[in-house]
C-alpha cells in the first residue's frame, strides 16, 4: 500500500501563485510515475502533470508555461509550481503514484486531495 498527503491547496486571486506538495510512503517502486490530476466543478479528473522516476515529465496544454511538476526521490515528495493562476484553475488538485511493473501492469494510487481556488 501506498499512502499520499497533499498540501499547500488555498486561495488566490488570478495571476497569483501556488506550490503543492505530496508525500507519499508505504511500498513504493523504484519505477513509478509520481503526477497531479484536478477536478474542476462539474468536471471529469483530468490530468495536469506527471513526472516519471526517469525524469521524463508531461503537461496538459492548459498549463503547459505555467505550471512546473518535480520530484525529490530520496524523500518521495513531487511538488506542482502553479503561477500565472486562472480562475479556470480552480479544483480540487489530487496527487498520483503508479508503481510500474515490468509486465507493463501498474498499480494506482491517489491522495485525498487539496482544493485550489482562484478568484477572478
Known amino acids: 500500500q501506498v499512502q499520499l498527503v497533499e498540501s499547500g491547496g488555498g486561495l488566490v486571486q488570478a495571476g497569483g501563485f501556488l506550490r ?4 507519499a510512503s508505504g511500498s513504493i517502486f523504484s519505477r513509478n510515475t509520481m503526477g497531479w490530476y484536478r477536478q474542476g466543478p462539474g468536471r471529469q479528473r483530468e490530468l495536469v502533470a ?3 522516476s526517469g525524469g521524463g515529465i508531461n503537461y496538459a ?3 503547459k508555461g505555467r505550471f512546473t511538476i518535480s520530484r525529490d526521490s530520496a524523500m518521495n515528495m513531487v ?3 502553479m503561477n500565472s493562476l486562472k480562475p479556470e484553475d480552480t479544483a480540487v488538485y ?3 503514484l503508479d508503481n510500474l511493473f515490468f509486465s507493463n501492469r501498474k498499480e494506482s494510487y491517489w491522495g485525498q486531495g487539496t482544493q ?3 478568484s477572478s
Open 94 to 96: 489530487y496527487c498520483s
Open 79 to 81: 511538488y506542482l509550481q
Open 116 to 118: 485550489v481556488t482562484v
Open 61 to 63: 496544454d492548459s498549463v
Open 50 to 52: 506527471t513526472i516519471t
Open 20 to 23: 503543492l506538495s505530496c508525500a
